[in-house]
């Protein structure tokens, strides 16, 4: 299935709550990855700390698209679930707020999802 045009291939989703700490491991490791069509969707779970400030100051300088929702302190399971709603990309993976990728983790993914549509369409051939 092709993506519409202007739709990112990965959506990646992080939920997070007063990680304002710690999510520089993320976007760090973000924008370090070899494949570069994603779109990073953060849902904010009623922080206190200084999240928002934070991803404001991203959205304005990172080279991908960043995308922040906050929502009311409800749990990390409805933070899935606004994400979800929310996520634009063919794709979609979650990476917790103290978490990092390896450079080239999405442009693998990638290639093993085409890899797999590759043989799956050759195996229905007559």
């Known amino acids: 299935m092709k993506a519409a045009i202007g739709t990112p291939f990965f959506t990646v989703f992080t939920p997070t709550y007063n990680r304002a700490h710690t999510l520089h491991r993320v976007f760090d490791s973000l924008s370090a990855?070899?494949?570069?069509?994603f779109e990073w969707l953060v849902v904010d779970d009623g922080s206190t700390d200084n999240?928002?400030?934070l991803i404001g100051?991203?959205?304005k300088t990172a080279n991908f698209p960043?995308?922040?929702f906050r929502q009311p302190h409800s749990g990390k399971?409805?933070?899935h679930n606004l994400a979800i709603q929310?996520?634009?990309g063919e794709m979609?993976?979650?990476i917790d707020s103290d978490d990092a990728l390896v450079p080239h983790a999405l442009e693998r993914i990638r290639w093993l999802?085409?890899?797999r549509t590759a043989v799956s369409q050759q195996s229905f051939r007559c």
């Open 66 to 68: 960043v995308r922040y």
């Open 86 to 88: 929310q996520a634009r």
């Open 113 to 115: 999802w085409e890899a």
């Open 33 to 37: 990855q070899t494949f570069q069509d």
């Open 92 to 94: 979609w993976t979650g």
């Open 51 to 53: 999240t928002s400030e």
């Open 57 to 59: 100051a991203w959205m």
């Open 77 to 79: 399971h409805i933070a």
